[in-house]
């Protein structure tokens, strides 16, 4: 990665949580920087040639209100309204009337995490100039982001389409001091209350900055981001998890010589075989392997062995999609977009979310089916037809003890549940506006169920290390490849000891699931990583 600070590229920092600051132009944020403003770990400036864009770019409006001229979103109202021109002395109440009355948002409010990103990333797009807002209601932004005044924005009412204008609407209005506002000093309150608190002053919106502040993809990306590098960290454990079931397993590695994967050169399936390839056999010794070498079998079952072809294409998938969401996060999304060059406004379709929204839709159905597998690894563990003389459902005293069963039943709604999940929401339109706007994304949905999914696979893979673990203690004395044996070693540290009667697994599978989340198991296995490892 690079990034751009102080309009110079300059090398990322190797771990996020260094970072003390992300420096906004409109062309180099990544989605990582996004999740790392969602935490917390960095406050936001803005690149120092950024105050002169927007000051030029605001320059072009002025010269328009100067001129008289008629101009969609500058002196006209919006929508089926755009022919109704409205008086100059009314141009700052029509913006203020407009982040009122799309502020039609419903459900639960976002969490500060994911508002923070809203922000961040409308900021970020505003940067690129093509909006008008003066630098001064931008930097109103940037301080309020830094301080973690956060607006009450509901979690539906976009269709991803003229932009996400509910969900920004909402952003918008609480930086005005209306409606409800959160920050970490006052919790819940009045917007203005919280900027006041906070020594900040409301936003006041003059002519173009309405639009300039709702009109755009922000919503749509912000789950976007969110998923892209959930998905990434996700599929980087699960297949280190897939490692270690494919040892208690006694799956054969022969499936995954690099030979064999150089005749179907993806990148991805090479990725994922490189991958793989430092934390088992040959390149890592294991007693396991070593007992069924001269077994019968031919060949493992499709979830042993073809995990490169199925994790390789998820992995290709998490990089389509995220090469799309960091084009769409530094792209200009308003309507009209100011010309800086031709000193212009011209109205176009940039605020459409179909490109985010396709490749959600992409990522959702690439996740989903990493779970597929996941899933039938962990019945195949549980079953002793299937697992190499493993006790049934990996418990001693079956019968009076019952192990896993539920903990797989558990996993195999989560698959269920994600089939629907999987189910393309951008497939789907609905014409809005007087049929002004009669083919959306709805991206928005996208977005959601996208995270909903990835959350849904994460569970399923934190059961299937704890059946892996339980299955290692079940084969002891024989011992796994280091790498593997370290895994073991954090869960049974960390997260649970071995189940040698029946307990309350939902407690065990919280904990992994946090132990998944939080990436312990990529931080356990990397130190026998190479250091120029895949992206996998």
Known sequence: ???????????????????????????????????????????????????????????????????????????????????????????????????????????????????????????????????????????QMVAA???????????????GA????????????????????WSPTTGWGLAADVLRAHSLQPIKLAAKEGLACINGTQFITAFGCEAIERARSLLKTALFVYALALETLKGSVKALDLDLHRLKPHPGQLAVVRLLHQVLPPRQASEINESHKCCNRVQDAYTLRCVPQVYGVVHDTIEFSARIIQTEINSSTDNPIVLLERGELLSGGNFHG????????????????????????????????????????????????????????????????????????????????????????????????????????????????????????????LRTTEPLEALHRAVRAEVCPMLTSDRVLSVDMERALSFVQAGRVIQVVSPWLDAQAPNS
Request: proline residues 6%; hydrophobic residues 40%; neutral net charge.
């Open 354 to 477: 179909e490109y985010p929204a396709k490749a959600l839709d992409y990522l959702a159905i690439a996740v989903g089916e990493l779970g597929n597998m996941v899933e039938r690894r962990i019945d195949r563990l549980c079953s002793p037809g299937l697992s190499q003389e493993l006790p049934a459902f990996l418990v001693p005293d079956g019968g009076l003890n019952s192990g896993f069963m539920m903990a797989h039943v558990a996993c195999a709604a989560l698959v269920a549940e994600n089939r629907g999940l999987s189910r393309p929401a951008s497939s789907d339109s609905i014409p809005t506006s007087a049929a002004k706007e009669d083919h959306v994304s709805m991206g928005g949905y996208a977005g959601r169920k996208a995270v909903a999914l990835i959350r849904n696979v994460e569970q399923i893979v934190a059961v299937e290390l704890l059946a892996a673990c339980q299955a290692l203690d079940l084969v002891r004395p």
């Open 1 to 139: 990665y690079q990034r751009r600070v102080h309009g110079e590229k300059k090398r990322r920092p190797p771990f996020l949580n260094r970072m003390q600051h992300v420096f906004l132009d409109g062309e180099s944020l990544t989605p990582a920087d996004v999740v790392a403003v969602s935490k917390g770990c960095c406050t936001v400036e803005l690149a120092p040639q950024v105050l002169e864009l927007l000051a030029r770019s605001r320059a072009v409006i002025d010269d328009i209100l100067k001129s008289e001229k008629v101009v969609y979103g500058v002196n006209t109202g919006f929508g089926n309204f755009a022919t109704t021109v409205i008086p100059h002395d009314q141009l700052c109440e029509l913006q203020e009337n407009l982040i009122r009355s799309h502020a039609a948002g419903c459900g639960d409010p976002l969490t500060p995490e994911r508002v923070r990103m809203l922000l961040v990333l409308r900021i970020n797009t505003l940067c690129r100039g093509s909006s008008g807002i003066r630098p001064e209601v931008v930097l």
């Open 145 to 159: 982001l830094n301080a973690s005044c956060l607006s009450h924005v509901p979690c539906r009412g976009t269709v």
């Open 162 to 181: 003229s932009g996400d204008l509910a969900p920004l609407a909402h952003l918008a209005l609480g930086l005005m001091g209306e409606g409800r506002m």
